[in-house]
């Protein structure tokens, strides 16, 4: 049986931001990304613990962190967190191609 997935946002800002976004294609895009996360938080791609930035360790206490690729070479950027009754998928950042490069310093 598998656990139910709740789906958390990192921080307020992170949160309201998302709730702002104008862009109704990148809007919708993440939307439908939550949708199957939410359905199988398991569906994006692990990064490599080694290429995990250290800001993302030491600013919000994660030890996984996932990408979701969306359209037009964005990235849903999120982390998972297990408990006994509810598997807890926190969504940290998108940001463009260019952007991901450089922070996971491909």
């Not at 709740?6 to 976004?21: A, D, P, S």
């Not at 990148?26 to 439908?32: A, G, M, S, V």
């Not at 995990?52 to 982390?79: C, M, Q």
Request: with cysteine; aromatic share 12%; glycine share 4%.
């Amino acid at each position: 049986m598998r656990k139910p997935c709740e789906i958390q946002f990192v921080n307020k800002k992170v949160h309201e931001t998302y709730k702002k976004l104008k862009e109704k294609p990148l809007k919708d895009q993440l939307e439908k990304a939550l949708c199957d996360i939410e359905e199988n938080p398991f569906c994006g791609i692990q990064i490599p613990k080694k290429l995990i930035p250290k800001d993302y360790i030491k600013k919000h206490n994660i030890g996984n962190v996932w990408k979701y690729n969306l359209p037009g070479a964005w990235r849903l950027i999120y982390s998972i967190r297990g408990g006994e009754v509810t598997i807890i998928t926190i969504i940290l950042d998108w940001m463009d191609h260019k952007t991901y490069e450089k922070k996971f310093k491909y």
